[in-house]
């Protein structure tokens, strides 16, 4: 039986990796799939692909496609999500700050360098007509650090994915002052080179279960109250996000890919563009 790490965020878009781990859909290909939660997001699962310590990532877009840019020795096989990713940019419950004009020269907490929430960041400083120079960042590594530094004012706001945060909003711990959307597909499946050498049948293997399980995702019996009781959502927001979440199993196509590095080229998040076969394996 062939081991396979597998990182992801501990949030509800990935569940469907948790249920086909505990109905043993993977161990009856063959497959021990081991699935590592990273709090500390898309950065930390770029250096885990580039160490070994990860085989294969459910992770952000923008993040993956610029360290791949960087040298990460990884490959995208297909998006995971279709759908944009919804950022809420939240402040202390108790902040000064009240609109999003407010925050144009304030610090942002990221959760490291190269994480969706630092480029994201660019995104809404775009969107805002902001001068990108003047973006200013702290890194918190997780939820519960961004907490700290913006009660500390070590750090002014913080983006994150709003349904996750959504539990901090009604304790009054943030306040959400404005949503941004990300301009693209937001996750894909990330594999590694070494993986792609020594076992593309596995990997084969692999994208037919979990794309047969988020083909049929929103017609799971109780899907919503199952998603309510692990990620601690309530129903109603449950039943908004998934009703605004479009699963993929499509491979990712040249258009779309040039789109997307058209996209991060003006925001500034990658220098330059590279050829589809430099990011996305096409022999599935």
Not at 221 to 227: A, D, P, R, T, V
Request: net charge negative.
């Amino acid at each position: 039986m062939k081991t396979i790490k597998v990182v992801g965020v501990p949030e509800h878009f990935n569940l469907p990796w948790h249920l086909c781990i505990e109905n043993n859909e993977f161990i009856q290909q063959n497959i021990d799939l081991q699935w590592i939660d990273v709090p500390q997001g898309t950065g930390k699962m770029c250096e885990m692909l580039r160490s070994g310590d990860a085989d294969l990532a459910v992770i952000l877009t923008e993040g993956i496609i610029k360290d791949i840019l960087a040298g990460n020795p990884s490959k995208l096989m297909q998006f995971y999500v279709e759908s944009p990713l919804i950022w809420g940019i939240h402040v202390d419950y108790n902040s000064e700050y009240q609109k999003i004009e407010d925050l144009e020269f304030k610090k942002a907490a990221i959760s490291r360098v190269g994480s969706g929430s630092q480029l994201m960041a660019y995104v809404n400083a775009q969107n805002q007509d902001w001068k990108t120079e003047n973006l200013n960042f702290t890194i918190v590594n997780t939820i519960d650090g961004a907490v700290d530094a913006l009660r500390n004012k070590t750090a002014d706001y913080f983006m994150w994915e709003r349904f996750m945060t959504a539990p901090l909003v009604e304790k009054r711990i943030f306040r959400k002052i404005a949503d941004c959307p990300s301009p693209w597909p937001c996750f894909v499946i990330a594999v590694s080179n070494n993986l792609i050498q020594t076992e593309p049948k596995i990997i084969t293997k692999i994208l037919d279960i979990i794309n047969l399980k988020t083909f049929n995702f929103i017609n799971i019996k109780n899907i919503e109250i199952e998603i309510s009781k692990r990620y601690n959502l309530k129903v109603e927001n449950v039943i908004e996000w998934l009703n605004l979440t479009r699963w993929s199993q499509e491979k990712i196509s040249e258009e779309k890919l040039n789109k997307i590095q058209n996209q991060l080229l003006e925001l500034a998040i990658i220098n330059k563009k590279v050829t589809f076969e430099e990011i996305v394996y096409q022999n599935l």
